[in-house]
């Protein structure tokens, strides 16, 4: 039982050593000590995965906030979603750290990075484990707050600053809906435990502002996860070290809003309202994030957009109510998408810290490893058969088909995008010509095996991640689905789909047919993207990614700093102030029959107001006033 | 006698230390807040054991039933806990610098916590009046003698501002005393719950205006603010912790002490009206902090923000708002003395306070950036820090008191993180400055400040129950009386 705690113990542990000994141990011990605790963590949670008898466990830790009736604990709650979530947190987690023991090895604040990446896992860990909404909130802020100080990692660069305070912020306002979600929750019940609000809604005590409730907690969820209008955070989060991305904007915390979607689905169950306005935010951002990456030159950003648009895709699926293929998608995104993010550090890492796909190419013979790993991970995410996002994004669409079609149709056209921009950025990097510089040709070079190894272990999850969740069609038994029943509204099975009808076509043709218009342009033709000076007319919208940063530049960031100014220049010192003055000026005015008996010395007059207080109590108050 | 000793042992000291002038006056300063915290300890380690309070009470003026009383209960406990402890690292503060062995300087941050725990400890509503004014004394000395650019206008202002506010308390005070029951009438504080009470609508309206406008002045409330920018800039960085830190909680235990119990009445008429000002006040406060050049002043926007949420919370007068603002208090005493101290450490190695110049301080000093950042986590009241107790507290029960107003309020917590970001960035990261190239490390005598303040942010959140516990039980007698 008390191994349970030692999960999220161990990382905290992690950090805790690695933070008070940097700068002061060597890179060799600061990678063991901030390795080995999300490697035991993983075995701990496989365990605990492989013993688990289908009950809800519930862990009391201690009591955390007491307040008149309102209990908060401080609790754990072991169930089949935190169990998947450990897994894939640990699991990913500690290969991505072994990862950056390769890929961080130059860097001065080695252990300092080691530190924070167990902060971070610390905080997911929290995240997935708390048995209330207040401690899920514990560790929502708590991964926000490393994805701040890892985005910012390089802090020299006020750039990189600016983007941490950006993902910060955004963050914040999505939690301050997430934090008004809460605050509702425990007035209709009295109680953030998921246990007490899920039994009494099911037993019929239905407060009429579940709606609202609902809506505000997706508040939560579109901060977390990157949704419109609060996304713009995610691309530039790109600033951080690239294992951060795969790991932190990939892999992990960008999902927590999803987790939360499923971890709620009692409540989201019953605002069919809510529901509605969930898919067609994931759809319009899906769609968006789409789009922007078919034109973007940076591969991190590529990536990012990608990111921003598979996360639609799983509201999407939660928008259709169908939980367990949302998450199905959590998962074998977590392995493609770090996958393909370790990737591109290793590309950067060869090239010098050089992102631009223009300037890469012919890198295949070079790092074959990262090249073969590569390509999985891009077949895995066009949904190419039998690769794992096959599977999971197919059960989202299968379901969106029979919940909408004209989400459907639309999701169709974001997968076809997806598939296109995906083969654009793999065959511009990999295949053709170098286009580097002579001095970046001559230092190309595979990864070292630290960072190959975490490679290939996420190609292998990538190629076959779609066992978790086989469906029926392809053999399988849809374990992810059964696992999770117990949790989930009891759906319709979706009947079986055969490969020639529309439902089953359609995506196959999104996947198959762009990366065979993309070979003919990139490859064939050799076509390589426009610098940036000479983008025009509607592709340079999108390559400014519709200008939606310098909107809210200017719809909030502006005026808010113009009040700022405006205030503090002018209502507090023209106006208030003034008034203030012109009160004392008047008294002043009055008193200047006084004056002779006061000598302008203030500390005096202070002096002798309180002498006369303490004499005025001493003589007897009331008949001094009578 | 424990209270006494409390009240009066600084007070001496502080007096020895003006009248003799000794050589060593910060050892003898710091060892006489160590003790007085010790002391402090003791006696609230006393009230948690038995939830009784423990009260002193001496005949003063007997003809007008003015007593020398002194009480401390869960509520002032948590006061005069907030000044016990902070006392020790505002002097410890000032090691190393010329006003360490300043006699007069550390003479008058004595007097000062005399002053506070007076008011703080009272029984008396006469005897809490005195002390509210006297502590405006030290303050004033501190303030325009050592302080920096404009002090003696500024100072002067601050003075004559919040002496202004007072009367008008006084006022109102004797208005209550002189309708207390009997031929000698009684000015206890319990008394004149009883009183007040059971005073017309519209008598306790203006009462609540008087009193509140005192307490507003001195937290200050939107509108009444203009005194406190220029003057926490223009103090000495303990002045500024004095009066942000302790002193400004005067005003806000006033409201809980007095204001909540006596005048319910008149808390239905403008009680609304208080707490939109209150509101008004953080978000105002928020969003000027956001362009300060200055990081002192930003920080002095920053309080002015925090304590606009601690009055709104408290106005609500449900039990959920006063347990939460007096967390808060104690948790805002915590994170802004030590924010005021990091702002203080650099000014003493660059000279200069202003963001535009400083920069990438974190290269030479990794403790300050740890130190820094976790303290404003606790200021932007990020979970497990103290800040978030007291601010979660707070906005649950303004938002169950009206929706809207809790949805703005919470507006704090966004426009929070951004000034304070912008801070953290402006000085601890980014590429070094001219001024900030030979930036020292943190001393041992600062990073005895700094490390315990900072572990205190943590404590605070993880562990609030001791403090909720113990000032629950006189803040349910309080809301009982409200029923």
Not at chain 1, 451 to 478: C, D
Request: contains cysteine; hydrophobic residues 50%; charged residues 10%.
């Amino acid at each position: 039982m008390s191994l349970i705690y030692l999960i999220p113990l161990l990382p905290f542990i992690g950090f805790f050593v690695n933070g008070l000994s940097f700068p002061n141990i060597s890179k060799q011990v600061a990678a063991i000590i901030g390795t080995i605790p999300p490697l035991v963590a993983f075995i701990l949670s496989v365990q605990l995965f492989v013993n688990y008898d289908g009950t809800t466990q519930i862990l009391h830790l201690a009591d955390w906030i007491k307040l008149g009736d309102l209990q908060i604990p401080f609790d754990l709650q072991i169930d089949a979603l935190s169990i998947m979530m450990l897994l894939v947190i640990t699991g990913v987690g500690t290969l991505i750290h072994i990862y950056s023991i390769g890929y961080m090895s130059h860097d001065q604040g080695f252990g300092k990075f080691f530190a924070f990446l167990n902060l971070f896992i610390f905080f997911m860990l929290i995240l997935v484990l708390g048995a209330n909404f207040t401690v899920l909130f514990i560790g929502w802020e708590g991964v926000g707050l490393c994805s701040y100080l890892l985005i910012g990692f390089w802090n020299q660069k006020n750039s990189y600053g600016n983007a941490a305070r950006k993902a910060f912020i955004m963050n914040r306002i999505g939690d301050l809906g997430f934090l008004v979600g809460i605050f509702l929750l425990i007035q209709n019940f009295g109680s953030t435990d998921y246990t007490t609000i899920f039994s009494s809604i099911q037993q019929g005590d239905v407060p009429d502002n579940l709606g609202l409730i609902a809506f505000c907690l997706f508040v939560g969820a579109m901060g977390k996860s990157a949704q419109i209008p609060l996304f713009t955070w995610l691309p530039d989060a790109m600033a951080g070290p690239t294992p951060v991305s795969a790991l932190i904007h990939a892999a992990t915390m960008v999902t927590a809003g999803i987790y939360m979607v499923i971890r709620a689905n009692v409540i989201f169950e019953l605002s069919p309202d809510v529901l509605q306005f969930v898919g067609w935010i994931g759809l319009s951002t899906a769609l968006l994030g789409a789009i922007i990456g078919l034109f973007q030159n940076d591969i991190k950003k590529v990536l990012a957009y990608s990111t921003v648009s598979q996360l639609g895709y799983m509201f999407m699926g939660l928008g259709a109510s169908a939980y367990s293929a949302s998450f199905f998608h959590v998962m074998t995104h977590a392995f493609f998408k770090a996958l393909l993010f370790l990737g591109a550090g290793s590309v950067i890492h060869a090239m010098s810290d050089e992102q631009d796909i223009r300037k890469m190419g012919g890198l295949k013979s070079k790092m074959p490893i990262t090249y073969l790993t590569f390509l999985l991970g891009t077949l895995a995410i066009s949904g190419i058969p039998p690769f794992s996002g096959f599977f999971s994004k197919d059960e989202i669409l299968a379901h969106l088909y029979h919940h909408d079609l004209l989400m459907w149709s639309l999701a169709i056209i974001g997968s076809a995008c997806t598939s296109f921009y995906m083969f654009r950025v793999f065959i511009l990097t990999f295949w053709g010509e170098f286009r580097g510089t002579e001095k970046q040709a001559s230092h190309l070079h595979e990864s070292p095996w630290s960072m190959t190894v975490p490679l290939i272990v996420l190609a292998i999850f990538s190629v076959a991640g779609g066992l978790i969740n086989l469906p029926h069609f392809a053999g399988g038994n849809e374990f992810l689905a059964h696992w999770l029943a117990p949790l989930l509204p009891s759906t319709e099975p979706l009947g079986e789909v055969s490969f020639l009808s529309l439902e089953m076509g359609a995506p196959l043709v999104a996947a198959f047919v762009p990366p065979m218009l993309a070979i003919i342009i990139f490859s064939s033709k050799k076509l390589i993207p426009s610098e940036d000076g000479q983008i025009h007319g509607i592709q340079k919208v999108i390559y400014q990614k519709f200008y939606i940063d310098e909107l809210y530049d200017l719809i909030i960031v502006k005026p808010v700093n113009f009040l700022s100014v405006f205030f503090g220049q002018v209502i507090d010192f023209l106006v208030i102030d003034l008034f203030v003055e012109g009160i004392g000026k008047i008294v002043q005015y009055a008193s200047t029959e006084f004056r002779r008996i006061q000598t302008g010395n203030v500390g005096y007059y202070v002096f002798m107001m309180v002498i006369s207080i303490a004499i005025i109590l001493f003589m007897g108050l009331k008949s001094w006033i009578l | 006698m424990n209270l006494l000793f409390i009240l009066f042992f600084p007070l001496l000291i502080g007096a020895y230390l003006l009248i003799a002038k000794p050589k060593h006056a910060f050892i003898i300063s710091l060892s006489a807040t160590i003790l007085e915290a010790i002391a402090t300890g003791f006696l609230l380690y006393k009230i948690n054991e038995t939830m009784l309070p423990i009260t002193f009470i001496q005949d003063w003026i007997p003809e007008v039933g003015i007593q020398f009383s002194l009480k401390a209960d869960g509520i002032s406990g948590i006061l005069i806990g907030l000044c016990a402890l902070l006392l020790p690292f505002i002097v410890g503060s000032t090691s190393n610098t010329e006003k360490a062995n300043h006699a007069q300087y550390q003479g008058l941050m004595l007097m000062m916590q005399s002053a506070m725990m007076g008011a703080f400890l009272a029984k008396d509503a006469f005897l809490f009046y005195f002390f509210f004014e006297a502590s405006l004394l030290p303050i004033y000395f501190l303030a325009s003698k050592f302080g920096g650019e404009n002090k003696s206008a500024i100072t002067f202002k601050f003075l004559i501002y919040t002496i202004f506010g007072s009367l008008f308390l006084f006022i109102g005070l004797i208005f209550v005393y002189l309708r207390t029951p009997g031929t000698t009438h009684s000015a206890d504080i319990e008394t004149l719950y009883l009183t007040a009470r059971n005073l017309s609508a519209e008598s306790q309206g203006y009462l609540f205006m008087a009193f509140f406008v005192a307490f507003a002045i001195k937290m200050p409330i939107f509108p009444f603010h203009t005194w406190q920018p220029d003057t926490y800039t223009t103090s000495p960085s303990q002045g500024t912790m004095l009066l942000s830190g302790i002193m400004l909680k005067m005003g806000t235990y006033g409201v809980i002490r007095l204001i909540i119990p006596m005048f319910p009445l008149g808390i239905g008429i403008w009680g609304n009206t208080a707490m939109v000002l209150s509101i008004i006040g953080v978000i105002y406060g928020s969003i000027i902090a956001i362009q300060q050049k200055d990081a002192k002043r930003l920080l002095a926007y920053s309080s002015f923000a925090h304590v606009g949420l601690i009055s709104a919370g408290m106005l609500t007068q449900s039990f959920d708002g006063i347990q939460g603002a007096l967390y808060q208090m104690l948790s805002h005493g915590i994170n802004v003395i030590g924010l005021f101290f990091v702002i203080e450490i650099i000014e003493r190695r660059t000279k200069s306070r202003e963001l535009a110049q400083l920069g990438g301080i974190t290269q030479s000093s990794y403790a300050l950036t740890v130190c820094f950042i976790i303290l404003s986590l606790g200021s932007v009241a990020l979970p497990l820090t103290n800040g978030f107790i007291g601010e979660f507290i707070l906005l649950k029960s303004i938002f169950d008191y009206s929706l809207i107003l809790g949805v703005v309020a919470g507006i704090t917590i966004i426009l929070g993180a951004v000034y304070t970001l912008r801070l953290i960035q402006k000085t601890m990261f980014g590429n070094v400055s001219r001024i900030t190239t030979e930036f020292s490390t943190l001393t041992l005598e600062e990073k005895m400040v700094l490390i315990p303040l900072s572990i205190f942010v943590l404590l605070g959140g993880i562990f609030p129950n001791a403090i909720l516990h113990f000032s629950e039980e006189s803040v349910m007698q309080i809301t009982q009386l409200l029923k």
